[in-house]
């Protein structure tokens, strides 16, 4: 009796074992057929990100802002405005220049001023600005003492405004990488016209009837 209850629980064991088998199999399939489906969908989304249409694009005014905050001309890259770069970048080498050239003649004519007043033959510094065959003595001393002065003011308020001028082109290029990407958005209709015909204008307040009515233009935009 005992051989034949051992024979018997043989084969159940082997069954479930089979069955355990069986439901691993499964479970390992769906796991990888979920696995999969996952990684389909996030390459799909890669994808899409990719992919991005450049004609319904629309930047960001903040980011623009920031951007050409930091660096110059950014903003204008950021918006996919290219063309302006040389304006943009041809302002600032203009006006660095302008701030580099009129600050060496003021310090030239600064210090040239300063020899012209002292007397010491020495520091005659001044000569280099002279026409050939000029020289300074007692009669034009004073003239070319406030000829030397006005310059020197000159230069200065020449690098002063080459500053100034930098700072506003700096200051354009940041307003007009804002404004732009604010206006991308403005939507334009296809219909934009401008009319102008004759009309007859009407003038309530004259007594004289034949004064009332006097010719006119009338003019209407379209947008």
């Excluded at 089979?18 to 499964?26: G, P, R």
């Excluded at 003649?105 to 001044?126: E, G, K, V």
């Amino acid at each position: 009796m005992p051989a034949t209850a051992g024979t018997g629980a043989k084969p159940l064991f082997v069954n479930d074992m089979q069955l355990l088998a069986e439901d691993t199999i499964k479970a390992e399939q769906a796991l990888t057929h979920a696995d999969s489906l996952a990684l389909m969908t996030l390459s799909d989304t890669l994808k899409l990100k990719k992919k991005r249409d450049w004609a319904t694009w629309h930047p960001n005014p903040k980011r623009a802002l920031w951007l050409a905050i930091v660096i110059p001309g950014a903003g204008q890259i950021y918006n996919r405005k290219y063309w302006k770069l040389p304006i943009v970048y041809g302002g600032f080498v203009g006006c660095a220049y302008a701030m580099r050239w009129n600050n060496q003649m003021y310090r030239d004519y600064s210090q040239a001023y300063l020899d012209i007043m002292d007397n010491d033959p020495n520091t005659q510094s001044y000569n280099q600005f002279l026409h050939l065959g000029a020289k300074i003595d007692e009669t034009n001393l004073a003239r070319y003492q406030a000829l030397f002065k006005n310059r020197k003011d000159k230069f200065r308020r020449w690098r002063d405004l080459s500053f100034f001028c930098l700072v506003g082109v700096y200051a354009l290029s940041v307003v007009d990488a804002y404004v732009d990407a604010s206006l991308s958005e403005f939507d334009i209709s296809n219909n934009l016209s401008l009319k102008v015909e004759p009309t007859i204008i009407n003038n309530s307040t004259e007594r004289n009837p034949l004064k009332q009515n006097s010719l006119g233009l009338s003019c209407s935009l379209n947008f």
